[in-house]
């Protein structure tokens, strides 16, 4: 199994701002599309992919992401980030970043199932509170 790698994650005041950072070390994503998923603590439910950056480049948005939230890739470093703006309490989650290069699959996950697609993290905590 391919691995990816989250960072960034850690405390912030609602209103503010974090980026998080998926890294490939073992495989290019180049050919794959990556979409960032996040475990609410303590909810049962299982949202769908945030957000995801396509392997043609093209980007996909969950409304209810209301554009705070931008996906973005650094193809020389194979890192993709996600920059979160405008923060609130109800994103305090655990996010993770999955590959896969069948764009489908993404659409098709939760943070439960993403060991079925090509490349998962393990995830890193975002704790929005004053």
């Known amino acids: 199994q391919l691995q990816l790698v989250e960072s960034g994650g850690g405390l912030v005041q609602p209103g503010g701002s974090l980026r998080l950072s998926c890294a490939a070390s073992e495989f290019t994503l180049n050919y794959y599309s990556v979409g960032w998923f996040r475990q609410v603590p303590g909810k049962k439910e299982r949202g769908g992919v945030l957000?995801?950056?396509?392997?043609?480049?093209?980007?996909y948005y969950q409304d209810s992401l209301q554009g705070r939230f931008t996906i973005n890739r650094d193809y020389t470093k194979n890192m993709v980030y996600l920059q979160m703006d405008s923060l609130k309490p109800e994103d305090t989650a655990i996010y993770y970043c999955?590959?896969?290069?069948?764009?489908?699959?993404?659409?098709?996950?939760?943070?439960?199932?993403?060991?079925?697609?090509?490349?998962w993290g393990l995830g890193t905590l975002v704790t929005v509170s004053s």
């Open positions: 957000c995801l950056s396509r392997h043609d480049g093209s980007e």
């Open positions: 999955a590959a896969d290069r069948e764009t489908d699959r993404l659409y098709e996950s939760d943070y439960a199932t993403l060991d079925r697609l090509d490349a």
